[in-house]
């Protein structure tokens, strides 16, 4: 076992889908494990929840075919869709299912000559500015699939709500009015609910829901916890101490000396840093449990390193447990102390933390 490790919970994974099914019943689940899972492992949560889910999502093509090649025979639905003639092969190869979104695309399905139909998702720009045709454009493109003797029939349509983390948002509002109207009479399935709408926007659970960052028991809210959602932690990331000793008044402790010891301090050492993805910018008093205990972060983080102040453990030694986030510390926690939010610190996650499925 490396040094810094990271504990990936598939209980806790089955429980956060627990959650998801509770809160949307009648919806099928698309669960969302692009890059690499949140960083938890994009292969090993796709086998954790292939039978706990009605359907993957990933964001890429590659990450689709890398899926099929190790063996996944869940349905898989990739979210931007396919670049040129090539990759639009690969979703008839693998059984992939598209997300269209822009007239490029649209133009390779008709012009394409596809040993098999196609499944595909026709996306929406209600509101976000990103990925999916303008109100305006909805009427032509769809035609175009209806017609297109490369997809599938019916198709799905989707949108995605650029602000569901916000309660009462005014916005989602407009967004969700704006979908409903263009697609009354569609018969196939439609999709709108990230994680923050399955929990706080019952207009927007359809007829598949799309969570991700509560599949890996994480609040996609600003004011509330994992533990206030029912949700639990998937990932736990450890550590050790590697060193213990007594830096004495008035010294400073790690690059750039921005942190100095008031009086005579018993200082830890863990064997993690930014080089396995804790974040830098993590800021004096980020909470670290060691042996339970919590105790604050000190000085700059550095590539393998941190350090802790110890003053009020002073049974610790070489050899404890850190624990940097997860049980008994939420991400979230940690996210806010280091001035991000908490996909950016999961996703962060380097090769050199070994996963350890329990």
Request: hydrophobic share 45%; proline share 5%.
């Amino acid at each position: 076992m490396s040094v810094a490790y990271a504990l990936i919970n598939q209980a806790a994974l089955q429980h956060n889908i627990s959650i998801v099914r509770r809160h949307a019943p009648d919806a099928n689940i698309m669960a969302v494990i692009k890059a690499n899972a949140y960083g938890h492992g994009m292969s090993r949560v796709a086998r954790m929840l292939a039978v706990a889910v009605d359907s993957l999502a990933v964001a890429r093509t590659d990450e689709a075919v890398a899926l099929r090649k190790q063996g996944i025979t869940a349905p898989i639905t990739v979210l931007q869709g396919f670049m040129g003639h090539d990759e639009l092969m690969c979703y008839a190869d693998y059984q992939l299912t598209a997300v269209v979104h822009q007239h490029e695309q649209i133009q390779l399905l008709l012009n394409a000559s596809l040993p098999q139909k196609i499944a595909v998702w026709l996306k929406m720009d209600s509101g976000m500015s990103r990925l999916g045709f303008l109100p305006t454009e909805w009427a032509a493109v769809y035609a175009l699939l209806q017609n297109s003797e490369q997809v599938q029939q019916p198709f799905g349509v989707m949108t995605h709500l650029a602000s569901a983390d916000e309660v009462d948002c005014r916005q989602s509002t407009q967004q969700l009015q704006r979908f409903e109207a263009l697609t009354r009479q569609h018969i196939g399935a439609k999709s709108i609910a990230n994680s923050a709408a399955v929990l706080a926007c019952p207009g927007a659970v359809t007829d598949w829901v799309r969570p991700g960052l509560m599949v890996y028991g994480v609040s996609p809210f600003p004011n509330q916890t994992a533990a206030d959602l029912g949700l639990k932690a998937v990932m736990t990331l450890k550590s050790r101490l590697i060193s213990v000793k007594t830096v004495p008044q008035g010294e400073t402790v790690g690059y750039g000396g921005l942190w100095r010891c008031r009086q005579d301090t018993r200082v830890g050492i863990v064997s993690i840093g930014y080089g396995d993805g804790y974040p830098r910018y993590a800021r004096n008093g980020t909470p670290v449990l060691i042996n339970g205990q919590v105790v604050p972060l000190i000085g700059r983080v550095s590539m393998d390193m941190l350090a802790v102040d110890l003053s009020a453990l002073p049974e610790a030694k070489i050899g404890d447990t850190a624990v940097l986030w997860g049980e008994g510390l939420p991400v979230e926690m940690i996210a806010r102390y280091a001035g991000t939010i908490p996909y950016t610190v999961l996703c962060g996650i380097t090769p050199r933390v070994e996963m350890i499925e329990q």
